[in-house]
């Protein structure tokens, strides 16, 4: 007898417990659903090999206020700009951006001098610049050496000479790196983690026709590079080179 009533109650008990953690469970795929809409607002609809990924685009020389816009570098004839490092900066910018999102990626465009950059911690920040309007043929890129994440960096660089030479033809100017370029502002502004490179696309003299007629080549190889670098595994094979 005591041992049937001891059963009985175990069973009731049993039961209510059970009731009890369905409720839980209830609670718990509420809070996931919640928490799911909400990571849906935030992320882009675009599903590709970058989501996930977040990318800061810097546009060299590009500020807030119209009125002291620095144009960076610039090519003039008879005392006339006619072309400025701004404009090939923008212009590339204009085609990388919209194409990283494309592929599923979280893009910032910043400012040279953007506020943003204090502690930005994103998975990648690039700085896009053009170099002088003289004769010469080539682009570069630079890292801060005691960065934290200069590995990280190293890598970056590694697709660039890659994947950016493959596209553009240029070749790597090594010799017109600057102090500037590896003291370079946002090098020291991102957060700890966040790798930060500068690009220095071309020259705008040498390369002028590269960098305001076919920026979309421009754009091709950085676009490819930082998918060589937040997602190698995607890449093809690095074609032959044509020659
Ligand atoms: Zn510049």
Redesign the pocket.
Known sequence: MIAIAIAVALGAALVQFRVIEMGREADSDRWQASQDSTRARRTPTVQGPLSGSSIAILV??WSKEDAVQDI??ICEENGVATHT?LQA?QRVADIVIPRLEGLGARVTRLYELDERLNGLSVNLALSL??DSCIDATGYKAANLPTSLTREAEQDFIACLRNWYEHHTGLPWHAYSITEDMIRYHMHAKVAGRTPSVILEMGFMGGDQELLFDRPEIVADGIVDSIRCFLTPTDMPPLPEPSS
């Open positions: 060299g020389h960076g570098a490092e900066n610049h053009a």
